[in-house]
């Protein structure tokens, strides 16, 4: 058995993933296994991992979608370790599979660690990492995440075997209400601001269609609120209130997520104002 198993949960993207497996197998460290789960109409992804060393391959005889083809990688993943790789996304550098691996080795307390990411898309790159204080305040609280996905995408991140999965009522925060999950079970994490892995960014990305959805704000960030009971706190409130008003959520909506009439006609007030911050409490 494998020390590590690296998911990769398939969807097209035929470049992407022998990139990834090309990045994966220039890795010094060769304790692992690969699982590929593919949610393709076509067999171009099992070629590609025909031959391949450590690798296995299945094919999913009906799609199950973004979280449901995620966690069936992780559930037919053997290793101590595991993680998830977007075939959008590789390995930067040889040793970033043993930084992670070192991290874990290094931190028996925590059952997540993560690393800082380099962005590269057609218009450059940069370097994505977590700062000091927003590691601080995840130390924190692990529902601070919900003020904003500080950690990153799920391919910059390890974690322990059997910790969870992702949640299949989620698409474009089931990863950070992954990462909640975990914290809320041990607050323990490491991370280097170290880029190990190199994300991909194009306009055709899942994240890219979401992040413009009124209908998949609104109820995700309502979803994830009432889930983990946010309501009791003045900044995930105000958290919630943004997007409700970035969207422009109908005070019946609002109001299925506890938002009084006087809070709901605060915030119109202040969107149409052009301001942040809404009176009745909502004061940083």
């Not at 993933?17 to 304790?31: C, K, N």
Request: glycine letters at 14%.
């Amino acid at each position: 058995m494998a020390k590590v198993s690296i998911g990769i949960p398939a969807y097209y993207g035929e470049a992407g993933v022998a990139r990834l497996l090309h990045s994966i197998g220039q890795q010094e460290y060769e304790d692992y296994e690969v699982v590929i789960t593919d949610d393709s109409g076509d067999g171009r992804i099992g070629r590609l991992a025909e031959g391949k060393k450590n690798v296995r391959y299945y094919k999913n005889e009906v799609r199950l979608g973004a979280a449901g083809n995620w966690n069936r990688a992780m559930h037919l993943c053997t290793g101590e370790y595991m993680k998830i790789m977007h075939h959008d996304d590789w390995f930067t550098a040889p040793d970033s599979l043993g930084e992670f691996v070192r991290m874990m080795e290094e931190h028996p307390e925590a059952d997540l660690v993560f690393c800082g990411t380099r962005q590269v898309g057609r218009d450059g790159e940069y370097e994505r990492f977590i700062s000091p204080e927003d590691a601080g305040l995840l130390r924190q609280d692990y529902r601070n995440l919900f003020l904003g996905n500080t950690i990153g995408a799920p391919s910059a991140v390890m974690h322990r075997r059997g910790v969870g999965e992702y949640d299949g009522a989620l698409t474009w925060l089931v990863d950070m209400e992954f990462y909640m999950h975990i914290l809320k079970g041990n607050p323990h994490f490491a991370y280097t601001e170290k880029p190990l892995v190199s994300i991909g960014v194009s306009a055709g990305q899942l994240t890219e269609s979401c992040i413009g959805s009124r209908e998949i704000n609104i109820a995700e960030y309502g979803y994830v609120y009432r889930k983990y009971g946010l309501g009791g706190e003045k900044a995930y409130k105000r958290k919630l209130m943004q997007i409700l008003m970035e969207y422009g959520a109908s005070y019946g909506e609002a109001a299925g997520l506890g938002i009084t009439k006087a809070e709901y006609l605060a915030g119109r007030a202040g969107k149409l104002a052009g301001k942040v911050k809404w009176k009745l409490g909502f004061r940083g």
